[in-house]
């Protein structure tokens, strides 16, 4: 515990941030049944990224945020052209789009020599947890509290940030974003912007993926956008009720599954500490199906 | 650039060593028959199970490299990582049903659910394993987007042998696929198992998935069983003819994208393999005889 | 509770657009190249209830899907002369039951909430005189001890009724119900029949998709038999005959 603030603070900072963000905004993904869209999505944002790091040089938040959302809408506007236009199977278009654009992201990081200046592909995969040091969280005596606080890590400020900004949409639109999820016909019949509501729910997804990717990896954001609402709508009936459970669910997963990663190796004996990104996900994952056969006995 | 062209011809001439020539060989016998498979999850609408199913191998093959590990086995040479990885798909797929059952779930959520969730699993165990052994790593690096060249002879011997007993499976149940992919109401009332065919579409395509690892990689594997069969169907509406199509455009997109792996450096062969076949559905999109929005029918 | 409601109070708005007259002309919808309404050309009732009736596949779901603006279509749509868009805020929909996801985490009066989404304005909240209100529309349906249950846990005419309490929460002086009486028990059906007249009384005009042409006489004032093109329409004394039926059904029917 003597590093606490070094090693442990910001890792679990961000990634409850990051939890919060992607399971607020889950909750309306996956009572429209597009998981798997949000997992596509969450991918497609980062050969955005790459890109607008590569012509920019830059890697400020508001550079990663944008180049993300550019890609979310390229990638939601070619999957709707391929199964409208295209009249493709939704499920392929989804594949086809997302892997392409993975796999472009990936070439061009390696290309353009990105991948060599610590920006790191398997990390966007794997989630680098553990490389997210404070290094004056302990010492630093001499700083004041707000010179220590400037020291933080940008991707705390930049899930902050995300965070708030995907709490405003949802909470702007709520009565909106709720009957679209319920009768999207209804919401049309009743002179609602269907499309421009839609585009705020894409921003909000697309915000909080691009914002997880760098920190907790593009899989654990996908693992928070899925359980912890799923495992919520599993034990109410309000989707107030739903979306208060499915935080408190989130960050109960990064709580649990943070401390199995760093202490659980150590009750072995061993001095090892795990991929935390993965034991949250992992975490998640028990809940939901933990409250699956609770739902099915009940 | 001239340079590139001659390595080019060299490995497409099978002139670049045997190793080379092997890996290629079975990389497009495996496109072939992920190819067939995809087929038919496309015309049941079910393509993205299989991208779970790659992502959720991955706690298959941590485990096997712990056990071999600790029984002093080499995992690598005696086939274990692929029994690992065939529980854990053959696992994943049961707990997709399991999960994606119950109607507050359901299949789309389930599929994201056990993709996120059984890969953070992995990625966990995965960091117990490379901080582990010694000898030779299990290689997550390359596992995560591919890399024909780490191939071993034996191992493109045996993804050969898969890609033809696939091949083999769906050849003898061809009539009866494509009779449920066409109208599955009516090949139930024909008498057909629709539910244990639709599983053995699923497991096919598993197993496919599987064996397309260690050239694809976890993120896209799932292309070769998505992009082919989407892009086939621009050029016909008849199930048989899409089949083959597909196959073929499978074959030549993982022994082509194999190929500029070899030749091209920082140049991973799973992008590789899914930009080339991206680029055929572009064209198939385009110009397929069928469905293509310029040289279509209708 | 089967007593008939008492004529509700009706809002001066709605009684001086009353000359505001649902007019389409050359309505053509098709999906696919293939063609599921030709040419429809039809001036609604001022006022009353109207049925919309014709065989499977005769394109009544869409005609009104057409008008809503919900499915692409060529032709013009107007009320009292201007595009239907402008005329929205006086409309209602209430849809099929089938179409929405039951296990939705939504109570009944969430749901007639739902129709005063536009009304209460973006980012505000209903609030209580909302509630309120929604809560006497689910009395005026007969289900106001139901009013905090979750929607799928209801009987398919109760579910209805919500969505009729929806639609009333609008306030709307067209309304339109696809198959609002399809698959519902016979309370159901007597209440929302009841909330029909009082709308009749109330000088409200109701277009029904409607299936049971049994009923269709005793029921409705005006119809609008429909095969694709426009077969017959008017008050159903003169409009609903067996004629107009063999030609709509193909086959001879006896009404």
């Given at each position: 515990m003597a590093e606490f603030w070094t090693v442990d603070f910001v890792p679990l900072t961000a990634a409850s941030l990051a939890a919060l963000a992607c399971a607020l905004v889950g909750n309306l993904l996956i009572l429209t049944r597009r998981a798997m869209a949000a997992d596509a999505l969450s991918h497609s944002v980062v050969p955005g990224v790459v890109v607008a790091v590569a012509l920019t040089g830059l890697t400020g938040s508001v550079v990663v945020l944008a180049g993300g959302l550019v890609a979310a809408f390229a990638a939601s506007g070619l999957v709707a052209f391929l199964t409208r236009v295209g009249r493709v199977e939704p499920g392929a278009a989804l594949g086809i789009v997302f892997t392409s654009f993975f796999a472009f992201g990936i070439l061009m990081l390696e290309w353009t020599g990105l991948s060599h200046t610590g920006f790191d592909i398997h990390h966007v995969v794997t989630g680098y947890l553990e490389g997210l040091i404070w290094v004056t969280g302990d010492g630093g005596e001499n700083l004041s509290l707000f010179q220590k606080l400037a020291t933080l890590p940008q991707v705390v400020t930049e899930l902050a940030l995300v965070l708030v900004l995907v709490s405003a949409i949802l909470f702007a639109f709520r009565k909106e974003l709720a009957l679209l999820a319920f009768d999207p016909v209804f919401a049309r019949a009743t002179g609602l912007p269907v499309g421009l509501l839609e585009a705020a729910l894409l921003t909000a997804t697309a915000l909080a993926c691009t914002a997880a990717f760098k920190s907790v990896g593009v899989v654990?954001?996908?693992?928070?956008?899925?359980?912890?609402?799923?495992?919520?709508?599993?034990?109410?009936?309000?989707?107030?009720?739903?979306?208060?459970?499915?935080?408190?669910?989130?960050?109960?997963?990064?709580?649990?599954?943070?401390?199995?990663?760093?202490?659980?190796?150590?009750?072995?004996?061993?001095?090892?500490?795990?991929?935390?990104?993965?034991?949250?996900?992992?975490?998640?994952?028990?809940?939901?199906?933990?409250?699956?056969?609770?739902?099915?006995?009940? | 650039m001239d340079r590139f062209l001659a390595d080019l011809l060299r490995v497409l001439t099978f002139d670049a060593g045997f190793n080379t020539s092997v890996v290629m060989l079975g990389s497009a016998a495996l496109g072939c028959a992920a190819g067939a498979a995809g087929t038919f999850a496309m015309l049941r609408g079910r393509t993205l199970v299989s991208d779970a199913v790659a992502h959720a191998t991955l706690p298959g093959i941590a485990g096997a490299f712990l056990v071999a590990a600790l029984i002093g086995r080499q995992p690598r040479e005696a086939g274990w990582l692929m029994g690992g990885a065939a529980i854990a798909a053959f696992l994943s797929?049961?707990?997709?049903?399991?999960?994606?059952?119950?109607?507050?779930?359901?299949?789309?959520?389930a599929t994201a659910a056990v993709l996120a969730c059984g890969f953070g699993l992995g990625l966990a165990l995965m960091s117990l394993v490379q901080t582990l052994t010694v000898g030779r790593q299990a290689g997550l690096e390359t596992l995560l987007f591919g890399s024909a060249a780490g191939m071993l002879p034996g191992e493109a011997y045996a993804m050969a042998a898969l890609a033809a007993l696939v091949l083999l499976v769906i050849g003898a149940v061809l009539k009866e696929l494509s009779a449920v992919a066409f109208d599955p109401d009516?090949?139930?009332?024909?008498?057909?198992?629709?539910?244990?065919?639709?599983?053995?579409?699923?497991?096919?395509?598993?197993?496919?998935?599987?064996?397309?690892?260690?050239?694809?990689?976890?993120?896209?594997?799932?292309?070769?069983?998505?992009?082919?069969?989407?892009?086939?169907?621009?050029?016909?509406?008849?199930?048989?003819?899409?089949?083959?199509?597909?196959?073929?455009?499978?074959?030549?997109?993982?022994?082509?994208?194999?190929?500029?792996?070899?030749?091209?450096?920082?140049?991973?062969?799973?992008?590789?393999?899914?930009?080339?076949?991206?680029?055929?559905?572009?064209?198939?999109?385009?110009?397929?005889?069928?469905?293509?929005?310029?040289?279509?029918?209708? | 509770m089967l007593a008939r409601t008492p004529p509700d109070a009706m809002p001066v708005a709605a009684r001086t657009h009353v000359r505001d007259r649902l007019v389409v002309e050359g309505l053509s919808v098709s999906y696919r190249g293939v063609p599921a309404l030709i040419d429809v050309t039809w001036s609604a009732p001022a006022t009353g209830l109207t049925a919309i009736v014709g065989p499977n596949g005769a394109g009544k779901s869409t005609l009104i899907k057409a008008i809503l603006g919900l499915v692409p279509s060529t032709g013009r749509i107007t009320v009292g002369g201007r595009p239907f868009d402008e005329a929205r805020d006086i409309t209602a929909y209430v849809p099929q039951r089938a179409s929405v996801d039951w296990d939705f985490p939504a109570t009944a009066l969430d749901v007639v909430l739902q129709g005063m989404v536009r009304e209460t304005g973006w980012f505000r909240a209903y609030g209580k005189a909302r509630r309120d209100r929604a809560l006497s529309l689910l009395d005026r349906v007969g289900l106001a001890d139901l009013s905090g249950r979750q929607i799928g846990q209801m009987s398919g005419g109760q579910q209805q009724r919500v969505f009729l309490a929806r639609g009333l929460a609008r306030d709307a002086r067209i309304l339109f119900l696809d198959e609002p009486l399809a698959g519902v028990d016979a309370a159901s059906e007597r209440i929302i029949l009841d909330v029909f007249d009082a709308l009749e009384r109330d000088g409200r005009l109701v277009i029904c998709v409607h299936h049971d042409l049994g009923t269709v006489a005793e029921r409705f004032r005006d119809v609008l038999v429909l095969n694709k093109k426009v077969i017959a329409a008017g008050p159903t004394g003169e409009a609903f005959t067996p004629q107009v039926l063999a030609r709509a059904y193909g086959v001879p029917l006896a009404v």
């Amino acid at each position: 515990m003597a590093e606490f603030w070094t090693v442990d603070f910001v890792p679990l900072t961000a990634a409850s941030l990051a939890a919060l963000a992607c399971a607020l905004v889950g909750n309306l993904l996956i009572l429209t049944r597009r998981a798997m869209a949000a997992d596509a999505l969450s991918h497609s944002v980062v050969p955005g990224v790459v890109v607008a790091v590569a012509l920019t040089g830059l890697t400020g938040s508001v550079v990663v945020l944008a180049g993300g959302l550019v890609a979310a809408f390229a990638a939601s506007g070619l999957v709707a052209f391929l199964t409208r236009v295209g009249r493709v199977e939704p499920g392929a278009a989804l594949g086809i789009v997302f892997t392409s654009f993975f796999a472009f992201g990936i070439l061009m990081l390696e290309w353009t020599g990105l991948s060599h200046t610590g920006f790191d592909i398997h990390h966007v995969v794997t989630g680098y947890l553990e490389g997210l040091i404070w290094v004056t969280g302990d010492g630093g005596e001499n700083l004041s509290l707000f010179q220590k606080l400037a020291t933080l890590p940008q991707v705390v400020t930049e899930l902050a940030l995300v965070l708030v900004l995907v709490s405003a949409i949802l909470f702007a639109f709520r009565k909106e974003l709720a009957l679209l999820a319920f009768d999207p016909v209804f919401a049309r019949a009743t002179g609602l912007p269907v499309g421009l509501l839609e585009a705020a729910l894409l921003t909000a997804t697309a915000l909080a993926c691009t914002a997880a990717f760098k920190s907790v990896g593009v899989v654990l954001a996908v693992a928070m956008i899925v359980c912890p609402p799923a495992t919520a709508r599993l034990l109410t009936t309000r989707l107030s009720q739903q979306f208060a459970l499915s935080a408190v669910i989130a960050l109960g997963s990064v709580l649990v599954g943070y401390v199995a990663a760093v202490a659980g190796p150590g009750l072995f004996g061993s001095p090892l500490a795990l991929n935390a990104a993965g034991t949250i996900g992992a975490t998640a994952g028990l809940a939901l199906v933990a409250a699956a056969a609770l739902r099915a006995r009940a | 650039m001239d340079r590139f062209l001659a390595d080019l011809l060299r490995v497409l001439t099978f002139d670049a060593g045997f190793n080379t020539s092997v890996v290629m060989l079975g990389s497009a016998a495996l496109g072939c028959a992920a190819g067939a498979a995809g087929t038919f999850a496309m015309l049941r609408g079910r393509t993205l199970v299989s991208d779970a199913v790659a992502h959720a191998t991955l706690p298959g093959i941590a485990g096997a490299f712990l056990v071999a590990a600790l029984i002093g086995r080499q995992p690598r040479e005696a086939g274990w990582l692929m029994g690992g990885a065939a529980i854990a798909a053959f696992l994943s797929l049961a707990a997709i049903e399991w999960l994606g059952r119950r109607p507050k779930v359901g299949p789309d959520t389930a599929t994201a659910a056990v993709l996120a969730c059984g890969f953070g699993l992995g990625l966990a165990l995965m960091s117990l394993v490379q901080t582990l052994t010694v000898g030779r790593q299990a290689g997550l690096e390359t596992l995560l987007f591919g890399s024909a060249a780490g191939m071993l002879p034996g191992e493109a011997y045996a993804m050969a042998a898969l890609a033809a007993l696939v091949l083999l499976v769906i050849g003898a149940v061809l009539k009866e696929l494509s009779a449920v992919a066409f109208d599955p109401d009516f090949a139930l009332t024909a008498g057909l198992p629709v539910a244990r065919l639709d599983a053995l579409v699923a497991l096919v395509c598993a197993v496919v998935v599987v064996a397309a690892l260690p050239i694809a990689g976890f993120v896209l594997a799932v292309a070769l069983v998505v992009i082919p069969p989407a892009a086939a169907r621009f050029w016909s509406d008849r199930a048989g003819i899409v089949v083959s199509i597909a196959a073929a455009i499978g074959a030549v997109s993982a022994f082509s994208g194999a190929a500029l792996s070899a030749v091209l450096s920082d140049t991973p062969t799973g992008p590789a393999i899914v930009l080339v076949a991206a680029a055929i559905f572009t064209m198939s999109l385009l110009f397929g005889r069928a469905r293509g929005l310029v040289a279509g029918r209708a | 509770m089967l007593a008939r409601t008492p004529p509700d109070a009706m809002p001066v708005a709605a009684r001086t657009h009353v000359r505001d007259r649902l007019v389409v002309e050359g309505l053509s919808v098709s999906y696919r190249g293939v063609p599921a309404l030709i040419d429809v050309t039809w001036s609604a009732p001022a006022t009353g209830l109207t049925a919309i009736v014709g065989p499977n596949g005769a394109g009544k779901s869409t005609l009104i899907k057409a008008i809503l603006g919900l499915v692409p279509s060529t032709g013009r749509i107007t009320v009292g002369g201007r595009p239907f868009d402008e005329a929205r805020d006086i409309t209602a929909y209430v849809p099929q039951r089938a179409s929405v996801d039951w296990d939705f985490p939504a109570t009944a009066l969430d749901v007639v909430l739902q129709g005063m989404v536009r009304e209460t304005g973006w980012f505000r909240a209903y609030g209580k005189a909302r509630r309120d209100r929604a809560l006497s529309l689910l009395d005026r349906v007969g289900l106001a001890d139901l009013s905090g249950r979750q929607i799928g846990q209801m009987s398919g005419g109760q579910q209805q009724r919500v969505f009729l309490a929806r639609g009333l929460a609008r306030d709307a002086r067209i309304l339109f119900l696809d198959e609002p009486l399809a698959g519902v028990d016979a309370a159901s059906e007597r209440i929302i029949l009841d909330v029909f007249d009082a709308l009749e009384r109330d000088g409200r005009l109701v277009i029904c998709v409607h299936h049971d042409l049994g009923t269709v006489a005793e029921r409705f004032r005006d119809v609008l038999v429909l095969n694709k093109k426009v077969i017959a329409a008017g008050p159903t004394g003169e409009a609903f005959t067996p004629q107009v039926l063999a030609r709509a059904y193909g086959v001879p029917l006896a009404v």
